[in-house]
């Protein structure tokens, strides 16, 4: 079974600042690991993944995250934010054995002028 | 270039209805997926194709049906519409990719059933 909690359905950010998603996973097996964005009207893009090649992954638009085994956390960061990342940011989490992917229930992420 | 289309994007439609949303995928994939998608909650997955004449239910129970007669387009129909279904419905596609069946979605088609 997998499952995944993200932490706050909405994050506040001013412009320039840091950003922090949090995400936490449970898997019974070695996981993947994604983390989704959706803009209004939109499909999700995928920003950047888990694949066991490098526990710090980068993705586009300057996110990156890193995996920590210890803490089942895979958590997005953004040095500073940009009025553009305001969207739906979703973590998903999936196993080897599987086609099928489990979806967090998304965190709006606002930005401030 | 990964290609996924839905159409249409919007629709509105009376209640009793039969719809169907189109979804295709230029890309060869042979997994696909129909999620749901409310607004301010997870994603959904209502139904599944693990590739030609192969469909599955998902986790949530829905009143639609799907079919794949052929790998490019999994389309996703509504018998007799009711207000329950507005939402969004996002179509999805998967390639193996060592294993990591990385998702690309389409632009969703938004219903609304009055």
């Known amino acids: 079974a997998q499952s995944v909690t993200q932490l706050g359905s909405h994050v506040s950010v001013s412009e320039g600042a840091l950003v922090l998603l949090r995400c936490n996973y449970s898997?019974?097996?070695?996981?993947?690991l994604f983390w989704y964005v959706q803009y209004p009207n939109q499909g999700l893009q995928l920003l950047l993944k888990?694949?066991?090649?490098?526990?710090l992954v980068k993705g586009i638009n300057g996110f990156e995250a890193e995996f920590k085994k210890s803490e089942t956390s895979f958590h997005l960061t953004k040095p500073s934010a940009h009025m553009s990342d305001a969207a739906e940011y979703f973590c998903?989490?999936?196993?080897?054995?599987?086609?099928?992917?489990?979806f967090g229930r998304g965190t709006s992420l606002i930005v401030h002028p | 270039e990964a290609d996924i289309y839905q159409t249409p994007r919007y629709l509105v439609i009376g209640t009793g209805k039969k719809i169907t949303l189109e979804c295709s995928q230029t890309?060869?994939?042979?997994?696909m997926y129909w999620y749901q998608q409310d607004p301010g909650m997870e994603l959904h997955l209502i139904h599944y194709?693990?590739?030609?004449?192969?469909?599955e239910k998902g986790d949530l129970s829905s009143e639609s049906t799907v079919s794949r007669i052929r790998t490019e387009h999994f389309p996703l129909t509504l018998e007799s519409a009711r207000p329950s279904h507005t939402s969004q419905y996002l179509c999805?596609?998967?390639?193996?990719?060592?294993?990591?069946?990385?998702?690309?979605f389409g632009p969703g088609t938004r219903l609304t059933v009055t």
């Open positions: 898997s019974s097996v070695p996981p993947y």
């Open positions: 999805a596609s998967s390639e193996p990719g060592q294993g990591i069946y990385e998702q690309y």
């Open positions: 998903a989490v999936k196993s080897g054995g599987s086609y099928i992917p489990t």
């Open positions: 194709s693990y590739g030609v004449n192969s469909t």
């Open positions: 890309m060869g994939h042979d997994k």
């Open positions: 888990y694949t066991s090649a490098a526990t």
